[in-house]
Nanobody, 126 residues
Framework: QVQLVESGGGLVQAGGSLRLACAASGRTFDNNVMGWFRQAPGKEREFVAAGSWSAGSADYADSVKGRFTISRDNAKNTVYLQMNSLKPEDTAVYYC???????????????????WGRGTQVTVSS
């Protein structure tokens, strides 16, 4: 059974940092695009970041560009999201995602991602 399990969420003050981790099990995702979405209370789920490590490319939402960095450790089958200069508007449940098949196309649509984790809460206080 394929699972994506997020960790690293928590409460942090504005301006602080957190690093989220997403551990994949059940299969490897070496050549699959993986990324992160988030959903704030009362808002729609939105794309945050995703990367294709076989292509050496990544895409970020404008709202997080320059503050968040996505990375990956293939040996651990784990994807990370380093979040710096956090703002109260970053408060949300963060979900790890992965595409079903290998490829280099990095989409932003949530329906493009087949596997989803259960999410981890990030709360940024002002």
């Amino acid at each position: 059974q394929v699972q994506l399990v997020e960790s690293g969420g928590g409460l942090v003050q504005a301006g602080g940092s957190l690093r989220l981790a997403c551990a994949a099990s059940g299969r490897t995702f070496d050549n699959n695009v993986m990324g992160w979405f988030r959903q704030a209370p009362g808002k729609e789920r939105e794309f945050v970041a995703a990367g294709s490590w076989s292509a050496g490319s990544a895409d970020y939402a404008d709202s997080v560009k320059g503050r968040f960095t996505i990375s990956r450790d293939n040996a651990k089958n784990t994807v990370y999201l380093q979040m710096n200069s956090l703002k109260p508007e970053d408060t949300a449940v963060y979900y790890c995602v992965a595409r079903l098949r290998a490829g280099t196309y990095v989409p932003r649509g949530e329906y493009e991602y087949y596997y989803w984790g259960r999410g981890t809460q990030v709360t940024v206080s002002s």
